[in-house]
């Protein structure tokens, strides 16, 4: 549990700390929670707290909500650290939470970083759980399928919070300038560019974007007037990065995604990987290059490298685990092999295609013969009426018509010839030229034909 000495109220909290929300009306973000209304607002706000857990990155507000959670309720509300506590503390605890268990007293155990318990630590909890001496809930940044035993897991709910918007973070910003407990009683010069680029820098994180601010403060050029100024170049200094030279949402994001699209499509590997560093190193988020990433792999790779997909999956997986500074290789594998991987676009061109002729046949009916009749008014109907099964035929094909009337024999895929995709294309033609050489008509499995 918390201990507190003699000095905890004389060293300066950090503004972080000296901010955080304590109660809804200051909570920013996680609107899909905590909005009115919202399943988790309808439990704090009812008193009918049960064992849950909070995933989410640093930053988004999890150990707020817990103390957000213990103002409201009336349960007796104990702080457990994963880091320093062991199975002799948790039983203590237990014992004190049955205790008061048998007055009628609830008792909520909020367990910060959960996942850096063991499995025995965390098998101490189970029993406690099940039994409903206590409520656990837990706050984690990793995924708590991996890290929670299943059989704890099944025991709690899992809430899974976002990392927060610019917009977010700004009015966070806003709030440390304005607060009495933030800087209300300083003259600070800070433009609100500047203001946008720590948002920008925060990638989302609450805490990050409140310890620049006060770093940038501290750091800033005090006048002869006692006000504080804070410029680009301090801030620069104080982050390590020229991060001011991008905004995620202007046009220098578009840009830089462009040039990181063409250099792939145009096999270049360098100027590849030169934009893809550009963009990590300016604090983009690495799972809106991997959405890119992999959205060019079938895009412009497509079937003539049927490994380029798995592989831009498996990048943004790693992205979505791993996260930043760890994760840069993982998408500089995928960039480099998808830049050097054989091009074909015609999955993007043959959909393209069929997606205008699907707009303007909207309302061409099925054909029966591929309509599955599955009652017996179905098949009065005719559904089904004319089907051949592919594998009841040595060929494996037939002159089955799968297209609406109105477009048969339109062709939408025209594989490129490139790569893997050069086997499919041979392959595409052998049964393109057998279809035309069969569709007046077909035997029966098993029947020959008449000559």
């Known amino acids: 549990m918390d201990q507190l000495s003699f000095f905890d109220n004389t060293v300066p909290q950090p503004l972080a700390a000296r901010l955080r929300p304590q109660d809804f009306d200051s909570y920013v973000g996680q ?27 640093p930053g988004v507000g999890k150990t707020t909500l817990a103390e957000i959670i213990a103002k409201k309720s009336r349960a ?31 008792t909520i155990v909020f367990v910060d970083e959960i996942h850096r318990f063991n499995k025995a630590q965390q098998d101490a909890f189970l029993p406690f759980v099940e039994k409903g001496t206590i409520i656990l809930i837990g706050a984690t940044t990793e995924n708590p399928s991996f890290e929670v035993n299943g059989a704890l897991l099944s025991r ?19 709030r440390a300038l304005s607060d009495p407990e933030g800087f209300a009683g300083q003259r600070i010069e800070i433009s609100g560019d500047i203001l946008q680029h720590i948002a920008v820098f925060a990638n989302g994180d609450a805490r990050t974007a409140l310890s620049t601010l006060e770093m940038v403060i501290l750091n800033g050029e005090i006048r002869p007037d006692g006000s504080v100024l804070v410029t680009k170049e301090i801030v620069e200094q104080c982050t390590g990065t020229k991060s001011l030279l991008y905004d995620k949402d202007g046009e220098e994001h578009y840009n830089l995604i462009s040039a990181l699209h063409k250099s792939m499509r145009n096999s270049d590997p360098d100027a590849a990987v030169y934009w893809l560093a550009r963009m990590l190193e300016a604090g983009e988020d690495p799972l809106y290059i991997a959405r890119r990433v992999t959205r060019f792999a079938a895009e412009d790779v497509g079937l003539a490298d049927t490994h380029a997909l798995p592989l831009a999956v498996a990048a943004f997986q790693a992205c ?15 960039v480099i092999y998808l830049s050097l991987a054989p091009k074909s676009n015609s999955s993007d061109v043959a959909y393209m295609t069929a997606k205008e002729d699907a707009l303007r046949t909207i309302a061409d009916p099925v054909p029966l013969q591929i309509r599955n009749g599955v009652t017996g008014l179905m098949k009065d109907l005719g559904y089904g009426d004319g089907y051949k099964y592919a594998h009841d035929y040595e060929e494996k094909l037939t002159n089955l018509v799968c297209l609406p009337e109105s477009l048969q024999g339109r062709e939408y895929y025209n594989p490129s010839g490139f790569g893997e995709e050069k086997r499919l294309k041979e392959r595409l033609q052998n049964i393109r030229f057998w279809k035309k050489d069969h569709a007046a008509d077909q035997d029966a499995p098993g029947e020959e034909k008449e000559s």
């Not at 009115?36 to 857990?53: F, V, Y």
């Not at 709910?157 to 806003?174: G, P, S, T």
């Open 76 to 106: 007796k509300f104990l702080r457990f650290s994963a880091v320093t506590s062991g199975i002799r503390e948790i039983r203590d605890v237990m014992q004190e939470a049955e205790e008061s268990r048998r007055y009628g007293q609830r």
């Open 156 to 174: 709690c709910r899992v809430f899974v919070l976002r990392a927060l918007e610019k917009e977010d973070i700004l009015k966070l910003l806003h």
């Open 320 to 334: 979505h685990w791993i996260g930043m500074p760890e994760c840069s290789v993982h998408l500089t594998e995928a």
């Open 31 to 57: 609107e899909h929670l905590i909005g009115p209304g919202k399943a988790l607002r309808r439990l704090i706000d009812s008193d009918q707290i049960s064992s849950m857990i909070f995933w989410g990155p």
